[in-house]
C-alpha cells in the first residue's frame, strides 16, 4: 500500500474526527453554560474550584457517529466482520448513554436510576447481533461461544465491566479521555496484525482515537469541561465493544484498562466487605486521588496513568493469549506495589507534616 493510500484510509478518519470533535466541544461547551450543566464542587471527593460545564461526551460520541455513518455511506466501513445492524446497535447504545448521561448531569440521577442506561446500551449491542464467536483458550485450541448462552451474558458483563471502569476513573482532568485515546490506537494497531488491510475495524478505532483526541484539548488540565455520566460510560462502552469486533481481543483491552480495573476491583471488595457500603457510592480512594495524596499534581499523575496505560497496552500488540496472561500477572504485582507506595508516601507526608 503506498503513502497516499495509507493517508487517505488511516490518517484522514483520525484527523477528520479529531478536527470535528474539537469544534463540536466549542458549540456543546456554549451549550452547556447556557443550559446551566455544571459540576458544582460542593463534595470532598470533587477537586476542581469552580462549577465547570459537563456534557462533553456529547461531543465525543456526535462526532463519533457522524464521522461512522460518513464511513458508512462511503462503503469504507460495513466489511466481512462490521455487518451494518452492529453499527446500528452500537450507535443506538451509545444514544441512549447520551440520554441517560443529559438526565444524570441535569437531575442528578440516584445511581439505581442511572444503572438503566448502561444495561440498555449492553442490552442494545447484544440484540444488534453482536457476537463472541470465540475465545482463545491459553492452554491451546479455541473456546466456542457462539450460539450459546455463554456469548451474550459475557458480553454484557464485559461492557457493564468497561463501563464502569472508565466512570470511576474520571476523577482527573483528562485522564479518561486521555487513556481512550490511548486504548483506540492500541486497538488499531491490534487489528492490522489480524484484520484485512483497510478493515472497518481499524477506521472505527481510529475515529474514536480521534474523537477523544480532539475533545482532550479542551479536558486536559486545567479542563475547560468534563465528559460528564455520558460520556465517561460512553469511552469505555466503546472501547468494549471494539474489543469484540477486533476478532474478541477482551486480554488485550484487560491489559490496556489493567490499572483502572484493578483499582475498581479493589475498591468495590473495599465498600462492600469492610466498609459495608454500597459499592456505587463516590469517594477519594480510587488510585488517582492516592497518587494525589502521594504528591503528584493533577497533571503528573494523568501523565504517569498514561505511561502505565501505554507499557501494558503496548504489550499486547505483539503477544499470543499467553503471554497477555503473564503480563497480566505482572500488571497485579505492579498494581500492589504502587498501592504499597503511594500509602507509603502519604503516610510520610502526614508525618513531615504534622
Known amino acids: 500500500m503506498d503513502n497516499l493510500l495509507l493517508i487517505k484510509y488511516y490518517l484522514l478518519p483520525f484527523v477528520f474526527s479529531f478536527m470535528i470533535a474539537v469544534m463540536l466541544t466549542a458549540i456543546i461547551r456554549a451549550l452547556a453554560f447556557k443550559l446551566k450543566i455544571f459540576d458544582y464542587p460542593t463534595e470532598p471527593r470533587k477537586i476542581h474550584d469552580k462549577p465547570i460545564p459537563e456534557l462533553g461526551g ?16 462511503s462503503g469504507l466501513l460495513v466489511d466481512g466482520k462490521i455487518e451494518l445492524r452492529f453499527v446500528t446497535g452500537f450507535l443506538v447504545g451509545g444514544l441512549i448513554l447520551m440520554i441517560g448521561g443529559f438526565l444524570d448531569d441535569k437531575f442528578k440521577l440516584k445511581p439505581c436510576q442511572s444503572f438503566i442506561f448502561p444495561v440498555s446500551a449492553a442490552l442494545t449491542v447484544i440484540f444488534g447481533g453482536l457476537e463472541i464467536g470465540y475465545i482463545t483458550n491459553p492452554l491451546g485450541g479455541l473456546l466456542y461461544l457462539g450460539g450459546t448462552i455463554w456469548s451474550p451474558l459475557l458480553i454484557f458483563f464485559w461492557l457493564i ?5 472508565t466512570k470511576f476513573l474520571d476523577g482527573l482532568d483528562g485522564l479518561v479521555s486521555g487513556v481512550a485515546v490511548i486504548g483506540s490506537i492500541i486497538l488499531f494497531l491490534v487489528s492490522l496484525f489480524w484484520d484485512k488491510p483497510l478493515s472497518g475495524t481499524s477506521i472505527l478505532c481510529l475515529i474514536l482515537g480521534g474523537s477523544a483526541l480532539g475533545f482532550l484539548i ?43 480495573i484493578l483499582d475498581v476491583v479493589w475498591v468495590i471488595v473495599r465498600r462492600l ?24 499534581n493533577q497533571r503528573q499523575a494523568v501523565l504517569f496513568l498514561y505511561l502505565l496505560t501505554l507499557l501494558f497496552g503496548a504489550s499486547a500488540i505483539f503477544q499470543q493469549t499467553l503471554g497477555k496472561l503473564i503480563t497480566m500477572g505482572i500488571l497485579v504485582v505492579v498494581m500492589l506495589l504502587l498501592a504499597w507506595w503511594v500509602i507509603a508516601r502519604y503516610k510520610k507526608r502526614n508525618y513531615d507534616q504534622g
Open 218 to 260: 479542551w479536558n486536559f488540565h486545567p479542563a475547560k469541561i468534563f465528559l460528564g455520566e455520558g460520556g465517561s460510560l460512553f469511552l469505555g462502552f466503546m472501547l468494549g465493544v471494539l474489543a469484540i469486533i477486533s476478532g474478541a481481543k477482551i486480554a488485550t483491552a484487560l491489559l490496556i484498562m489493567g490499572i483502572p
Open 161 to 165: 465491566g468497561m463501563m464502569y471502569t
Open 273 to 296: 466487605f469492610k466498609e459495608k457500603k454500597s459499592p456505587f457510592l463516590a469517594d477519594k480512594k480510587h488510585l488517582h486521588f492516592r497518587l494525589l495524596d502521594a504528591g503528584l
Open 58 to 73: 456529547l461531543a465525543i460520541f456526535l462526532t463519533f457517529a457522524l464521522v461512522a455513518l460518513i464511513y458508512h455511506q
